[in-house]
């Protein structure tokens, strides 16, 4: 394990998606925040779905992703918010570097 993970959200608008990655970098929970455009197709309460969305990537230490995913849950406008963590089985050695430096707090 290289100690290094994905949190992977979707929300509805590029102003919100922006606003969550601001606040976790802001937070140092995450290194670097990726938004992209998507299509989303899914169920919902029974309903077959499909809306854009923005797809968020928050590149953070596996160790913070409780602090993380709070954190999303905390300002995402969502009843029920996508929040998947997916860990990197290897990463480069100077970019995991870089990560944990962007993220050292106090």
């Excluded at 509805?12 to 197709?41: F, G, M, N, W, Y």
């Excluded at 309903?47 to 995402?76: G, Q, S």
């Amino acid at each position: 394990m290289s100690g290094v993970s994905i949190l992977v959200t979707t929300i509805d608008s590029h102003e919100k998606a922006r606003a969550l990655a601001h606040a976790a970098l802001a937070e140092k929970l995450a290194a670097c925040v990726q938004i992209t455009p998507i299509s989303s197709l899914y169920v919902w309460k029974g309903a077959c779905c499909e809306e854009p969305e923005f797809r968020i990537e928050m590149k953070h230490r596996t160790e913070d992703y409780a602090a993380l995913a709070a954190l999303v849950r905390r300002l995402h406008s969502y009843e029920t918010p996508e929040i998947l963590r997916v860990d990197a089985a290897d990463t480069e050695p100077a970019y995991a570097a870089w990560l944990r430096e962007s993220t050292q707090r106090g």
